[in-house]
Nanobody, 121 residues
Framework: VQLQASGGGLVQAGGSLRLSCAAS????????VGWFRQAPGKQRELVAA???????YYAESVKGRFAISRDNAKSAVYLRMNSLKPEDTAVYYC????????????????WGQGTQVTVSS
């Protein structure tokens, strides 16, 4: 499956963005999908994930601010980011896998290109 991430941009602290991850495959509904981010000099981290059954996972740093959702009819997964902070600045990637725990970062097999999110203070 091929993934296309979009929706990044420059926003002031406190603002919002919605990232989109579009998939090439109609069976995308059967995949678990995660949003990762990587800031300069830091390791890539899992921010949020959603299972094929719409169970969700959030990193502690984004709980209450970010919301992941999916629209299987459009083969898309979204990440709504509210109350953005400068520390949310990173390149955001969507990734997918067919099976496995959504919080298990090592087993994501399919990756999209990143989209830059920059939050100014």
């Amino acid at each position: 499956v091929q993934l296309q991430a979009s929706g990044g941009g420059l926003v002031q602290a406190g603002g919002s963005l919605r990232l989109s991850c579009a998939a090439s495959r109609r069976t995308f509904s059967t995949y678990n999908v995660g949003w990762f981010r990587q800031a300069p000099g830091k390791q890539r981290e899992l921010v949020a994930a959603i299972s094929s059954g719409s169970n969700t996972y959030y990193a502690e740093s984004v709980k209450g601010r970010f919301a992941i959702s999916r629209d299987n009819a459009k083969s898309a997964v979204y990440l709504r980011m509210n109350s953005l902070k400068p520390e949310d600045t990173a390149v955001y990637y969507c990734a997918a896998k067919w099976r496995g725990e959504i919080a298990d970062v090592a087993t994501y097999s399919y990756w999209g290109q990143g989209t830059q999110v920059t939050v100014s203070s």
